[in-house]
């Protein structure tokens, strides 16, 4: 069965960082597109980074560019999201998401199939 578990999130101050993981069962992880998205309170859900299978081209939306970086451990099955200097807009829940393409597509939440729990992320000023 094809499961993604989210873990890492929790509550730090501006500036700080935090190493986001999703642990990855039931298809090959090198594969296919992974994409982390998130989605603030009273805000729509957007992709934050992605990765491509193959060749891993990658994806950043421009508000996260040079602070967050995604890579992927396909040994481990796990992709990671390290954030750094993160701000208080950073704050939302964050979700892996599997897409099962090559390329990571838009990227849009409805390109992909499934999707972990979820972990907050909270960041205060």
């Known amino acids: 069965q094809v499961q993604l578990v989210e873990s890492g999130g929790g509550s730090v101050h501006a500036g700080s960082s935090l190493t986001l993981s999703c642990a990855t069962s039931?298809?090959?992880?090198?594969?296919?597109?992974m994409c982390w998205f998130r989605q603030a309170p009273e805000k729509e859900r957007e992709a934050v980074s992605c990765?491509?299978?193959?060749?891993?081209?990658?994806y950043y939306a421009d508000s996260v560019k040079s602070r967050f970086t995604m890579s992927r451990d396909s040994a481990k099955r796990t992709v990671a999201l390290q954030m750094t200097s993160l701000k208080p807009e950073d704050t939302a829940v964050y979700y892996c998401?599997?897409?099962?393409?090559?390329?990571?597509?838009?990227?849009?939440?409805?390109?992909?199939?499934?999707w972990g729990q979820g972990t907050q992320v909270t960041v205060s000023a």
């Open positions: 990765i491509g299978g193959g060749d891993g081209d990658t």
């Open positions: 039931g298809f090959i992880l090198d594969y296919y597109a």
């Open positions: 998401a599997a897409r099962f393409e090559r390329d990571y597509g838009i990227p849009h939440e409805w390109q992909y199939s499934t």
